[in-house]
């Protein structure tokens, strides 16, 4: 198995259950069995690039987070760099439960403004 592969077995996997679902609830949302899920975020089995798509919707991501591509657009403001410092100071437990927080806060849906 390649280690791409393996890579994005391994992203698919976090992010289903850092979301709290199972393989299962996963399968049903994107047409497939629950062992074809399974052997995906095992690495043996190769996802297609429609079936990609899906996994990213239902994760609510880019199907850049799985497949390690690095999107930049413009640069890193201030206070993202100010994160960076102050994360780089964590333990990597804690740097980890961090990216967890911020992905999740990243999917939130903006609340509309009271006025």
């Not at 996994?55 to 760099?81: H, S």
């Amino acid at each position: 198995m390649s280690d791409d592969r393996k890579s994005l077995a391994g992203r698919l996997r976090e992010a289903r259950e850092y979301l709290g679902l199972s393989q299962d609830e996963v399968a049903r949302t994107v047409g497939l069995p629950r062992p074809a899920i399974s052997l995906i975020e095992s690495g043996q089995r190769k996802v297609d690039a429609l079936e990609l798509k899906k996994l990213a919707e239902v994760y609510q991501r880019p199907v850049t987070d799985f497949t390690g591509e690095v999107e930049i657009d413009a640069p890193v403001p201030e206070a993202v760099q100010h994160l960076a410092r102050a994360a780089a100071k964590l333990t990597e437990a804690d740097q980890a439960e961090l990216l967890r927080f911020a992905e999740f806060l990243g999917t939130k849906v903006p609340a509309k403004r009271q006025g």
